[in-house]
């Protein structure tokens, strides 16, 4: 397991902060640091001040929180420290899911778990890049060992820290709520204290943070940005998802309108694509499922319900919620748990057989993922160039929009807007429909002063329509456009610049 962690680490240390994602993750700690306090919004992202919209991105701070504070005993921020930092937590969500598994069913079975889960592709990648996937999967199975121990009090510390990491964790609070009511043999003002030491210890430690939103932004539960609320509860809970990207991928602007296909505009983005589904959880936690459901029923066992109920809850509630934004790598809570489950096909005499096979499948994606993830997470040569010319030929006061919004801004110093910066109708307008009148007077509205387009995010729109890329049809229309010159290309990317 220790080289599985080194490999992960070095890929990291060797590589750049890359995706916007993650560059926003690392971008607020560095914010903290340098203000003294939490900031509110990333200044040079997604900000439109003449529409009154100062974008806050970060919801949960658990772990910006605790890379600021080693950066202030370390002494000033550092990539390197950070790689360092994040990569702990994939060691605790191997270490967690040993011990998880070894408490349920044995000591063969916790080491069989850690390493199907150390070895998903999903884990193995955000082990690698800044995103909060790998922080909340590593403990969930830690605030699950601690109810299975029956010591609430961690497990409601663990249920805290889950709230302030990830918000997805919201939705395991179901099932752990209950599972500190079990125990027939206990008293039932018993059962009522574990359950309220368990809600008390999550309200503590989540209180601040819900104080602080409702400060900053008038509510207790906001994704937030100043003028313009975003619930994140109750009916409005999806509306996490912005009403741009919500406009764009909806029913009525998407060519898939007939009877027979309104189905597949409900299923989750990613599984529209069913290369995703290996591609993220792996072929050897699928083929160990598929036996363990199809082949090994004696496997089933009693106690399997404290790790099935809590997938069996998330995921209706998770369809329910985010209707089709359901990104594959949101089920990164549930799957330390899923992995357990499937683990225990090795612990027959029949999965002994075949257990050298499955591990060295395991161990092949995980190579697999590792140089995938370090060669995309690595900037180009001709990003680079971009990036130098940006910051030497482009003004300061510069507003520019592009796909890829926190990593220009973050390498450039450049303001950037994407589709969370304008209203639903004018992104829309701009990308499908508008004529050349139409668009200059959009990215007049928005002072825009430069299109910064990546050429591998440009997509056929006849096909259907994107909130992550270019339409082949807009890009086709701007050598037409008298109001705009390209004025930087190479094979990665093109800077159009609007004339004044």
């Not at 992960?8 to 590589?15: A, F, K, R």
Request: proline letters at 4%; one cysteine or more.
């Amino acid at each position: 397991m220790g080289v599985l962690a080194f490999s992960v680490l070095i890929s990291g240390l060797l590589t750049d902060i890359r995706f916007d994602d993650e560059v926003r993750h690392f971008w607020m700690p560095q914010d903290w640091y340098e203000l003294g306090k939490r900031p509110l919004y990333l200044t040079l992202v997604d900000t439109d001040i003449e529409q009154g919209r100062l974008r806050y991105y970060v919801k949960a701070p658990s772990w910006h929180f605790g890379l600021m504070l080693i950066w202030k005993i370390w002494g000033g921020v550092s990539k390197t420290i950070a790689q360092l930092y994040h990569t702990a937590f994939y060691v605790l969500l191997i270490f967690g899911t040993y011990l998880l598994a070894k408490e349920m069913y044995g000591k063969e079975a916790g080491w069989y778990a850690a390493v199907v889960t150390a070895t998903i592709p999903m884990f193995v990648a955000f082990g690698i890049m800044f995103l909060m996937d790998m922080p909340i999967a590593a403990l969930v199975p830690f605030g699950l060992y601690f109810i299975v121990k029956k010591r609430y009090l961690w497990a409601g510390v663990l249920m805290g820290l889950m709230f302030i990491t990830k918000r997805n964790s919201y939705l395991l609070f179901p099932t752990f709520f209950l599972f500190t009511l079990r125990g027939k043999s206990l008293p039932v003002i018993s059962r009522l204290k574990n359950c309220l030491i368990f809600c008390v210890l999550v309200l503590a430690i989540t209180l601040p943070d819900f104080m602080f939103r409702y400060k900053n932004f008038g509510g207790l539960i906001q994704s937030g940005d100043k003028g313009r609320v975003v619930q994140f509860a109750g009916a409005s809970f999806k509306k996490a998802v912005s009403a741009s990207i919500d406009k764009v991928l909806s029913r009525e602007s998407s060519p898939i309108s007939s009877p027979a296909k309104k189905w597949i505009n409900f299923l989750p983005s990613d599984i529209r694509k069913p290369i995703n589904i290996p591609k993220y959880l792996g072929l050897c936690l699928l083929v160990l499922l598929g036996i363990y459901f199809f082949r090994f029923r004696r496997l089933y066992q009693k106690q399997d319900l404290l790790l099935a109920f809590p997938v069996i809850v998330y995921l209706p509630l998770y369809a329910i919620f985010f209707k089709n934004a359901w990104a594959m790598r949101y089920l990164g809570p549930i799957l330390p748990l899923v992995a357990i489950l499937a683990a225990k096909v090795f612990t027959t005499d029949k999965g002994k057989k075949f257990s050298h096979l499955i591990i060295g499948l395991c161990l092949l994606q995980f190579v697999a993922t590792l140089v995938y993830v370090s060669i995309n997470r690595t900037i180009k040569p001709g990003e680079r160039e971009m990036l130098d010319y940006s910051r030497e030929e482009v003004s300061a006061d510069a507003r520019m929009m592009t796909a890829e919004a926190s990593f220009v801004a973050y390498y450039t110093g450049r303001h950037t807007l994407w589709q969370s910066s304008f209203t639903a109708s004018d992104f829309n307008r701009l990308f499908w429909g508008a004529d050349y009148s139409e668009i200059k007077q959009i990215l007049d509205k928005y002072k825009i002063s430069h299109l910064l387009i990546f050429k591998r995010r440009i997509y056929d729109d006849e096909r259907g329509r994107e909130s992550s890329g270019y339409p082949k049809s807009f890009v086709n229309k701007l050598p037409g456009a008298d109001f705009v010159e390209k004025v930087f290309e190479n094979d990665y990317v093109a800077i159009w610049q609007k004339n004044k």
